[in-house]
């Protein structure tokens, strides 16, 4: 165990070394481009370095374990949201045993896609843990394609070229080490959402040519489903539809196309078109993965673990800590509460602003 660790973590300081040298010859600007790196070269360097991890254990997490008892759970018919895999499995049951004990009782914080594509999974491998790994982290990769592609068409749209927006946020040690090492479905959520995002911006374009406007609409609307099947897969996925809300708002306004004279008329119209697909897509997705709609009244449960990976959650405990050491009483639970809270309206003030004052296309 401790030889493989250690070999782990060479492995992790040789992949640092090599994305840190691939920077030196991607760069921003145009270097890239004076060096004959290609996006293309970037993805198979990306695939060449995620192909050892594909038979490998999970590396540093072990989620995928409760994603394999959630797939089951759902095909045997299960409720997902009722109780965790030991409540509903079994305490002997092979997969509960190895799901992590703060995931035990908990009932599934994931959506419907996720769930989905987990139970699907399982009627495939027949809850063979080692075939049904490599079939959730061949999902990861494949998200990360689906992001790769989109990031560099983005990237473009940023003005930062793709070989150099692929290096960044794609071929990082983290996102590889994270997504496909160690199989979390964000891999699967940032998939959906980066290619809604590129789908959304398409459909803004078109809006403005004489002519296209049904395909400009069309585009949209399917940029609305694919960023609330992200959604779908992990609520954090939604922010999304705000952010193409405000792009689809803006277009609106400044084509005056609602012959409105404030912007106010435009954000509503956008916010009501967003909601109307979010609304039909996860009704679609919640009969179809025959999960019905738990997901929608469970996402707090996720909130109860205290996780220091979360940079709200991680304020909250240092003040109740601090708050407990200077004498004033245990105020983490308020703490936590405050800090979430305030990170939360922080967010919505900067999804405002962005679309308001920015440039997504």
């Known amino acids: ?53 594909i038979l490998t254990a999970p590396l540093f997490s072990q989620d995928i374990y409760s994603y394999l008892a959630q797939g089951a759970i759902v095909r045997h018919g299960f409720d997902p949201y009722w109780g965790g895999p030991v409540d509903l499995l079994g305490p002997l049951n092979p997969l509960a045993k190895n799901v992590p004990a703060i995931w035990a009782h908990s009932p599934s914080p994931y959506g419907p896609v996720a769930l989905a594509a987990a139970a699907a999974i399982s009627r495939a491998t027949g809850d063979a843990i080692f075939t049904a790994v490599v079939a959730h982290r061949t999902i990861s990769l494949l998200g990360v394609l689906a992001a790769a592609w989109a990031s560099v068409h983005l990237g473009r749209r940023l003005g930062v070229g793709g070989p150099s927006a692929l290096w960044l946020g794609i071929c990082n040690p983290l996102a590889i080490l994270h997504l496909i090492g160690g199989i979390h479905n964000e891999a699967l959520m940032l998939g959906f959402l980066l290619v809604g995002l590129e789908i959304g911006c398409r459909g803004l374009e078109r809006l403005r040519v004489p002519g296209a406007a049904a395909q400009g609409w069309a585009l949209f609307l399917c940029s609305g489903a694919l960023i609330s099947c992200a959604g779908l897969v992990k609520v954090t996925g939604f922010i999304g539809l705000g952010f193409m809300g405000m792009a689809l708002a803006r277009e609106l306004a400044v084509g005056n196309r609602l012959r409105a004279r404030s912007a106010a008329p435009a954000i509503a119209a956008a916010a009501a078109i967003q909601s109307a697909v979010l609304g039909a897509t996860a009704t679609v997705a919640s009969i179809a993965s025959g999960v019905g709609f738990g997901w929608a009244f469970v996402q707090g449960g996720a909130a109860q673990i205290r996780s220091w990976l979360s940079l709200t959650t991680s304020v909250g405990l240092i003040a109740g800590q601090l708050s407990e050491s200077l004498g004033f009483g245990d105020t983490t639970d308020s703490a936590i509460a405050i800090a979430r809270g305030t990170g939360a309206t922080i967010a919505v003030f900067c999804q405002v602003v962005v679309g308001h004052f920015g440039s997504v296309f």
Do not use: E, I, K, Y
């Not at 782990?8 to 640092?16: D, E, F, K, P, R």
């Not at 994305?19 to 760069?27: H, N, Q, Y």
């Open 1 to 53: 165990m401790v030889g493989g660790s250690a070999v782990a973590l060479v492995g992790v300081g040789v992949l640092v070394a090599a994305w840190l040298w691939l920077g030196r010859l991607v760069g921003t600007g145009s270097r890239a481009a004076a060096n004959g790196v290609t996006p293309r070269d970037m993805v198979t360097t990306l695939l060449l370095w995620a192909a050892p991890l």
